[in-house]
């Protein structure tokens, strides 16, 4: 599995990693996010959804209390999903995220560690990890085999 790591400085340069990675998420793609709360998982997604032209970086917000925010793009759709406060499979089924699923979508989840079915679909895990006030550290693991 090909890993790259990276170091962030501040939100801004969190935000444009998120955007240069865009690039390199071709859809269908089930992406982990993971990270302690505050971690920056947001943030980032504000630029991947701005990569794919989904959202305004302003536009997107934690999904912890709505558990699924949709970014439609003119060629990918972005899904950000929280799964913090979902605790069964029964929850989990509740959400219909396998109808999300399509040629042209990117799902991007957080806390999806919790369910081992993500850890086993999943095509790249992104783990951040804050390591000063604003200094973030991205790790970004690809499964080679999708």
Do not use: C
């Amino acid at each position: 599995m090909p890993t790259r790591e990276t170091l962030t400085h501040s939100a801004a340069e969190t935000v444009a990693f998120g955007r240069s990675l865009a690039a390199s998420l071709v859809p269908p793609k089930l992406v982990l996010l993971r990270g302690e709360l505050g971690a920056g998982k947001t943030t980032l997604v504000k630029g991947i959804a701005d990569g794919f032209q989904a959202a305004k970086e302003e536009d997107v917000t934690s999904p912890t209390f709505t558990l699924v925010h949709e970014y439609r793009g003119p060629k990918v759709d972005v899904y950000h999903i929280d799964l913090y406060r979902v605790d069964t499979p029964r929850q989990l089924e509740t959400l219909g995220l396998d109808d999300l699923m399509a040629d042209n979508a990117v799902l991007l989840i957080e806390w999806g560690e919790k369910f081992p079915r993500f850890v086993r679909e999943r095509d790249v895990e992104i783990a951040l990890e804050s390591v000063g006030e604003d200094e973030r550290r991205i790790t970004v693991t690809t499964d080679r085999s999708r």
